[in-house]
């Protein structure tokens, strides 16, 4: 009976990492074509790149399914780098290869921790530059030119770009756009919006003779070997480039094993993911392929779909191969400007429109620092603009700090209530807890809070003291608003006890009281311990 359960359980699995990896695939494959095509590269160098990646991060990589490819930030990074070095493609291989290299020696140190720190206006202002750096060099691709150098170029001759295009270009890529932004998002479980564009626009434009730019060659051969010419004066040259790569491609897919960790509550080590990443991005840079990261979207479709081991990444990476094999023909004859509406799409989903929802809300600081990153990162350089921002934030907090510090005469905290809350605890055998948010509660220990709500099970009510009085921060509100789900989804109910109206009134402003429950909101702890008394007594009584 054991054996047959354990059967099961192994069939689900496969089953799931199988459905998973298919469905990456689908996502990955106009994805990883389109930012080829993108980066001055190509195609072919796009999904190689991907199908290499995935491949080798997956066999060495974390147990967790991570599906890896090219990517917006590496893109526009890699295409920048392309425009500095005039299109010397043996340079800019070197440079690749040079970047995987740092990223098995950044594995090797504790800078992985880092990322964990970077304050969310930051990471927000980085990736709303790379989208709008997306759409924007999209533009004449759509209209059936050809692309500009950087978004400077592409803004300057956006008008005339309009008088000189190609119709047919522009209306097949504004039907791909109709039907990437038209489809539901529920829909995408099943097709994915942007294979399924790819596919009817590729078609139509077939069956009409349309005359417009298409990839016109894929090559399906595995790459060779090659290594790239090089001398000591290079590398010393393009040092700086290879560190900017190793840093974006490291940020990425750190970022992306944040996300899959609290998605599958696991724990994967950062070491072991970048040392995978690493050799990957070398074997990418010596077939001539794109380098990578690990992909949130592609790897949350995975999840989402099932997956829960890196067989997963081996299937994409299959799935893939197979695609371009028996489908190259049809391949070759996608248009340009469906591509480059494509990535119009991808460039919309990497912009925050979360926190863009609520800016006008957010402090004064976060703002300030959200700007200069945005536009450093559009308009000059994409590691000075996450350098500048991390700076900025980091000196607005410590004035911060520095204006609020002062004498004053402060009680020493309730002996009464602590005992009243164990107690409270060991009378209910943890049903019901009293939990303090000591310290500031600030973009520092945001994720660090997170982590430690998943220790609450067997807890049906949980009392959470916020003792300090300062306001909050956007990643402190937006790490409230995970709190809130993750007792939810553990059927938790939260009593928030907080110290002033100015904190009860930010909440309010971003619906959190609406989540929360208006009167589950308390300004003294022992009224939320006798109405979480009461509650319980009350279910007790109710069953």
């Known amino acids: 009976m054991v054996r047959a359960e354990n059967i099961r359980l192994r069939l689900n699995i496969f089953t799931g990492d199988l459905l998973g990896g298919v469905n990456a695939a689908i996502i990955a494959l106009p994805q990883a074509l389109a930012f080829g095509v993108a980066t001055g590269f190509g195609a072919s160098a796009g999904i190689w790149g991907a199908i290499i990646l995935c491949l080798i991060a997956g066999i060495l990589g974390t147990k967790v399914p991570m599906i890896s490819g090219i990517t917006g930030p590496s893109a526009i990074v890699i295409a920048s780098i392309m425009h500095a070095l005039n299109k010397d493609i043996n340079s800019v291989i070197m440079i690749m290869l040079m970047a995987g290299l740092f990223q098995i020696l950044l594995a090797l140190t504790k800078l992985?921790?880092?990322?964990?720190?970077?304050?969310?206006?930051?990471?927000?202002?980085?990736?709303?530059?790379?989208?709008?750096?997306?759409?924007?060099?999209?533009?004449?691709?759509?209209?059936?030119l050809k692309s500009c150098s950087n978004t400077i170029e592409s803004i300057e001759h956006?008008?005339?770009?309009?008088?000189?295009?190609?119709?047919?270009?522009?209306?097949?890529?504004?039907?791909?756009?109709?039907?990437?932004?038209?489809?539901?998002?529920?829909?995408?479980?099943?097709?994915?919006?942007?294979?399924?564009?790819?596919?009817?626009?590729?078609?139509?434009?077939?069956?009409?003779?349309?005359?417009?730019?298409?990839?016109?060659?894929?090559?399906?051969?595995?790459?060779?070997?090659?290594?790239?010419?090089?001398?000591?004066?290079?590398?010393?040259t393009y040092f700086h480039y290879g560190i900017t790569l190793a840093i974006i491609l490291s940020s990425e897919t750190l970022l992306t094993g944040l996300v899959c960790n609290s998605l599958t509550k696991t724990q994967s080590s950062p070491a072991k993911l970048l040392i995978s990443q690493g050799i990957g991005n070398m074997c990418c840079a010596m077939t001539g392929s794109l380098s990578g990261a690990a992909a949130t979207m592609r790897t949350v479709a995975a999840l989402k779909t099932g997956a829960s081991t890196k067989l997963a990444a081996i299937v994409t990476s299959i799935v893939l191969f197979l695609a371009i094999y028996k489908f190259s023909d049809f391949v070759a004859q996608i248009p340009l400007c469906v591509l480059a509406a494509i990535l119009i799409k991808i460039g919309y989903d990497i912009?925050?429109?979360?926190?863009?929802?609520?800016?006008?809300?957010?402090?004064?600081?976060?703002?300030?620092?959200?700007?200069?990153?945005?536009?450093?990162?559009?308009?000059?350089?994409?590691?000075?603009?996450?350098?500048?921002?991390?700076?900025?934030?980091?000196?607005?907090?410590?004035?911060?700090?520095?204006?609020?510090?002062k004498l004053v005469h402060k009680e020493v905290f309730d002996k009464d209530i602590e005992k009243l809350e164990k107690a409270l605890e060991e009378d209910s055998h943890h049903k019901i807890r009293a939990v303090h948010i000591s310290g500031q509660f600030f973009f520092g220990s945001a994720t660090q809070l997170i982590s430690q709500?998943?220790?609450?099970?067997?807890?049906k009510c949980l009392i959470?003291?916020?003792?300090?009085?300062?306001?909050?921060?956007?990643?402190?509100?937006?790490?409230?608003?995970?709190?809130?789900?993750?007792?939810?989804?553990?059927?938790?109910?939260?009593?928030?006890?907080?110290?002033?109206?100015?904190?009860?009134?930010?909440?309010?402003?971003?619906?959190?009281?609406?989540?929360?429950?208006?009167?589950?909101?308390?300004?003294?702890?022992?009224?939320?311990?006798?109405?979480?008394?009461?509650?319980?007594?009350?279910?007790?009584?109710n069953q």
């Open 453 to 459: 709500f998943d220790e609450l099970l067997g807890t």
């Open 351 to 405: 912009i925050d429109v979360k926190l863009l929802k609520v800016f006008k809300l957010a402090p004064r600081d976060d703002k300030y620092v959200l700007i200069l990153v945005f536009l450093l990162t559009v308009f000059y350089n994409l590691i000075v603009a996450v350098g500048a921002g991390i700076t900025l934030a980091a000196l607005l907090y410590a004035k911060k700090v520095a204006d609020n510090a």
């Open 112 to 144: 992985t921790d880092i990322v964990k720190y970077v304050p969310y206006p930051v990471i927000s202002g980085f990736m709303n530059g790379v989208g709008t750096i997306i759409i924007i060099m999209q533009i004449n691709p759509l209209l059936g």
């Open 464 to 541: 959470l003291n916020y003792d300090s009085d300062d306001l909050l921060d956007i990643s402190a509100i937006f790490a409230f608003e995970d709190i809130i789900m993750r007792l939810k989804s553990q059927h938790i109910k939260l009593l928030l006890v907080i110290k002033n109206e100015a904190l009860y009134n930010q909440l309010k402003e971003h619906k959190i009281t609406d989540e929360i429950g208006e009167g589950k909101i308390f300004y003294s702890e022992i009224d939320a311990i006798e109405f979480a008394k009461n509650a319980i007594k009350n279910k007790l009584k």
């Open 158 to 236: 956006i008008c005339s770009s309009f008088t000189t295009m190609n119709p047919s270009a522009f209306w097949l890529g504004l039907l791909t756009l109709v039907i990437v932004f038209a489809i539901p998002k529920r829909w995408n479980k099943y097709v994915p919006s942007q294979i399924l564009a790819l596919i009817i626009c590729t078609f139509i434009s077939i069956k009409m003779g349309l005359q417009i730019d298409r990839i016109s060659e894929i090559s399906v051969s595995v790459p060779a070997l090659r290594f790239p010419q090089t001398n000591l004066h290079d590398v010393i």
